[in-house]
């Protein structure tokens, strides 16, 4: 420094740390056949709480919950948790700050913004995140499956296929994250200037399942009404097209609701993973290919055997 004579490059050395910030990548959607979306990603929002006295503010401004009575009041709807949960956390002792993981959207994310605003209430902010949408509460529910999301930080969550689409296909429909590497200050702000290197995001690939969106709706409406009428305890039914292979519907029941995650009490998809014999479904598949062939005789009979039951021959 001209005037101090201070070593100034050691000092900023010193006191500038290199710091990345993560770009995340949006997870690939998921359509029917017929281009209905059945899941993807929706922008999301957790909320944040600066309870720490110690955190500056800009000149006068409060930068931490100062009214933790009237915040907790505020934030408990909107979080999901009853208010003296949420007092509790915004009162602990030693805490910097806590964060509620509770994935708001855009709308009640502008409600609580004017409803803090109203009553004066600091220190709190918004970290934006993703979360994924499922469009149908049940649509083939096993055959989509769900995400897993990492509870330990919930302003960096990592959401990977748990099973399903979701899973078999993770590659695809993951992406890559990308990254942002600056220079920050002591107290963790970017310095101006001081971007070191950026990489873009690589959004997930979409897949597209070869179900039909008005069939599948179709079979889970009638599952659900014969399962009733019947009284039976587990049922799965599918439509394929004979001629290509291809599924156009499969549902079972019991399944659960992809909206709802709690709703998963049995992992055991029936259709694909339940052990019974074709019997007579194969049946007429060998009669229609006999009678294209023209080898087929109604009126013929054959010997299929015979057994022997406590001594006697039976045809």
Known sequence: HLISCEDIASYAKNNRSETIQKIKADRGSIYSYDGELLVSDRTAYNVTAYISDQRQGVGDTVAYVDNPDLAAKILAPYVNQDESTVYARLTTDGLWQTTFKCYLNSVEKQALEEELKANNINGIEFD??????????????????????????????????????????????????????????????????????????????????????????????????????????????????????????????????????????????????????????????????????????????????????NGTNNT
């Open 128 to 309: 934006k995140t993703a979360t994924r949408s499922y469009m149908y509460k049940h649509f083939s529910s096993y055959l989509l499956g769900l995400v897993n999301t990492n509870d330990d930080d919930p302003t960096n969550v990592v959401r990977t296929g748990a099973f399903g689409i979701e899973a078999a296909y993770e590659e695809i429909l993951a992406g890559q994250d990308g990254r942002i590497v600056y220079q920050a200050d002591s107290d963790g702000h970017a310095i101006s200037g001081g971007v070191i290197s950026e990489y873009d995001a690589v959004n997930g690939d979409s897949i597209y399942l070869s179900l039909d969106s008005e069939l599948q709706n179709m079979l889970e409406t009638k599952l659900d009404e014969a399962m009733e009428k019947s009284g039976a305890s587990k049922m799965w039914c599918g439509f394929m097209d004979a001629h290509t292979g291809r599924m156009l519907a499969m549902a079972s029941r019991p399944d659960f609701d992809l909206t709802d995650r709690s709703s998963l009490e049995n992992w055991t998809d029936l259709f694909l993973t339940y052990a019974y014999e074709v019997g007579s479904v194969a049946k007429p598949f060998v009669y229609m290919t006999a009678i294209d062939q023209g080898v087929y005789d109604g009126s013929a009979t054959y010997q299929s055997g015979t057994i022997k039951v």
